[in-house]
């Protein structure tokens, strides 16, 4: 028998995965944090890591039920820290990536022995947190206390410490924060456009969509300008064209006269569904949930990647280059230069976008749709019920 020291308590813990339970509530990911320090040694740590992202299915979700509710608490103070628990566990398990698997905790891994090693990844950002917070704007977003500078330089800092190759953010331009995306210009990285207001092409005509894109690129026309940027990037919000076939096809043809690149995504992170109940945590002051929440994400965020591969094998009988989208929030401002660091552990190669798209697999007309088939195998592999656009 061995003991773990969490949340300030020692509590026996007598098998291997009951030390994951704890280690995962100890600090979430101070366990990156504290190798990165020095104070644990880092391959060590990853490949720990590793074991808990291959694993996921069948002790991720356990391991939520069993700290929010029991955890690694001292007993006296068990009965006065359930309701935190409880409103945690609640939070966490309307996200459908979690819910399905809780679902799926009893069922053996197969892709227990997958890895992400040798696999090739180029980052994007959708959004980006702005420079002041505005609590009358954002009155019912837990998480408007993440439009600051730190948070900005939390992001820039993580990918330049990572080398990571230039990173397109795309941007709408109702919340365009024109400082900081000079900053973001001017440290080498790049910037796409999504629409104006984030619209999506489901709703209204074409000629609609085309407008309030147009308005979004005439917002982006000075800062392209100014540094330089010649190729022009553009990605559907939330990866959404709707069941139509007429209306993208219009809207293609916009893009190829505007010289447009499309840019699609493979994994989808939703680390938006995590941010508002970690946001909730961090303002409450609970860093027990919070701590939590983040490593919840970062391993399923794993455990997405592992299955976008096997998509990609499973449709081209082959690995891809692929794209990954992540939202520029609180969360990701925390957890970014870690993520990064454990991919790179683990053995992937970060690209660029433009590097990404030589790939064969993306040399189609419907390029998000194509590569959107690699998102709903993950998801279909996660478990989680595909819904129709």
Same mark, same amino acid.
């Given at each position: 028998? @061995?003991?773990? $020291?969490?949340?300030?308590?020692?509590?026996?813990?007598?098998?291997?995965?009951?030390?994951?339970?704890?280690?995962?509530?100890?600090?979430?990911?101070?366990?990156?944090?504290?190798?990165?320090?020095?104070?644990?040694?880092?391959?060590?740590?990853?490949?720990?890591?590793?074991?808990?992202?291959?694993?996921?299915?069948?002790?991720?979700?356990?391991?939520?039920?069993?700290?929010?509710?029991?955890?690694?608490?001292?007993?006296?103070?068990?009965?006065?820290?359930?309701?935190?628990?409880?409103?945690?566990?609640?939070?966490?398990?309307?996200?459908?990536?979690?819910?399905?698997? +809780?679902?799926?905790? @009893?069922?053996?891994?197969?892709?227990?022995?997958?890895?992400?090693? &040798?696999?090739?990844?180029?980052?994007?950002?959708?959004?980006?947190?702005?420079?002041?917070?505005?609590?009358?704007?954002?009155?019912?977003?837990?998480?408007?206390?993440?439009?600051?500078?730190?948070?900005?330089?939390?992001?820039?800092?993580?990918?330049?410490?990572?080398?990571?190759?230039?990173?397109?953010?795309?941007?709408?331009?109702?919340? $365009?924060?024109?400082?900081?995306?000079?900053?973001?210009?001017?440290? &080498?990285?790049?910037?796409? +456009?999504?629409?104006?207001?984030?619209?999506?092409?489901?709703?209204?005509?074409?000629?609609?969509?085309?407008?309030?894109?147009?308005?979004?690129?005439?917002?982006?026309?000075?800062? $392209?300008?100014?540094?330089?940027?010649?190729?022009?990037?553009?990605?559907?919000?939330?990866?959404?064209?709707?069941?139509?076939?007429?209306?993208?096809?219009?809207?293609?043809?916009?893009?190829?006269?505007? &010289?447009?690149?499309?840019?699609?995504?493979?994994?989808?992170?939703?680390?938006?569904?995590?941010?508002?109940?970690?946001?909730?945590?961090? +303002?409450?002051?609970?860093?027990?949930?919070?701590?939590?929440?983040?490593?919840?994400?970062?391993?399923?965020?794993?455990?997405?990647?592992?299955?976008?591969?096997?998509?990609?094998?499973?449709?081209?009988?082959?690995?891809?280059?692929?794209?990954?989208?992540?939202?520029?929030?609180?969360?990701?401002?925390? $957890?970014?230069?870690?993520?990064?660091?454990?991919?790179?552990?683990?053995?992937?190669?970060?690209?660029?976008?433009?590097?990404?798209?030589?790939?064969?697999?993306?040399?189609?007309?419907?390029?998000?749709?194509?590569?959107?088939?690699?998102?709903?195998?993950?998801?279909?592999?996660? &478990?989680?019920?595909?819904?129709?656009?």
């Amino acid at each position: 028998m @061995s003991r773990v $020291l969490a949340q300030g308590c020692w509590r026996p813990v007598e098998s291997r995965v009951s030390q994951v339970y704890c280690l995962m509530n100890d600090t979430g990911v101070e366990l990156g944090r504290n190798a990165l320090n020095g104070s644990l040694r880092e391959e060590g740590v990853f490949r720990l890591f590793e074991f808990i992202m291959k694993y996921i299915p069948l002790i991720g979700i356990v391991a939520i039920s069993i700290l929010l509710s029991v955890g690694c608490s001292n007993p006296r103070d068990a009965n006065a820290a359930k309701p935190e628990m409880t409103r945690c566990q609640d939070e966490l398990s309307t996200i459908p990536e979690v819910a399905a698997l +809780s679902k799926a905790r @009893s069922k053996k891994p197969e892709d227990a022995e997958a890895s992400v090693s &040798g696999m090739e990844i180029a980052l994007t950002i959708n959004g980006m947190v702005r420079s002041t917070a505005d609590p009358d704007r954002d009155r019912d977003d837990w998480c408007y206390t993440e439009n600051t500078r730190e948070n900005f330089a939390k992001l820039l800092n993580a990918l330049k410490d990572n080398g990571i190759p230039p990173t397109i953010d795309f941007l709408s331009g109702d919340s $365009l924060d024109q400082s900081l995306q000079a900053e973001w210009l001017s440290s &080498g990285n790049l910037i796409g +456009s999504l629409t104006f207001k984030g619209r999506s092409p489901k709703k209204g005509t074409a000629q609609e969509f085309i407008d309030t894109l147009s308005r979004n690129e005439q917002e982006l026309a000075p800062l $392209l300008t100014r540094f330089q940027q010649k190729q022009k990037y553009f990605r559907y919000p939330a990866l959404k064209l709707g069941l139509d076939t007429e209306r993208p096809r219009e809207i293609r043809a916009f893009l190829r006269k505007q &010289g447009f690149t499309e840019v699609p995504a493979t994994i989808d992170s939703r680390v938006d569904s995590f941010s508002q109940p970690y946001c909730a945590a961090l +303002s409450r002051g609970d860093k027990v949930c919070a701590s939590f929440i983040s490593a919840t994400f970062k391993s399923i965020l794993l455990d997405k990647t592992l299955k976008a591969r096997a998509a990609a094998q499973n449709i081209l009988g082959r690995d891809i280059k692929q794209i990954l989208m992540i939202k520029a929030n609180q969360l990701t401002s925390d $957890l970014l230069d870690e993520l990064l660091r454990s991919y790179k552990a683990m053995g992937v190669r970060f690209i660029s976008v433009d590097e990404a798209l030589t790939d064969p697999f993306y040399a189609t007309e419907d390029v998000t749709r194509t590569a959107s088939r690699i998102i709903w195998e993950t998801k279909q592999a996660q &478990g989680v019920k595909e819904r129709t656009e």
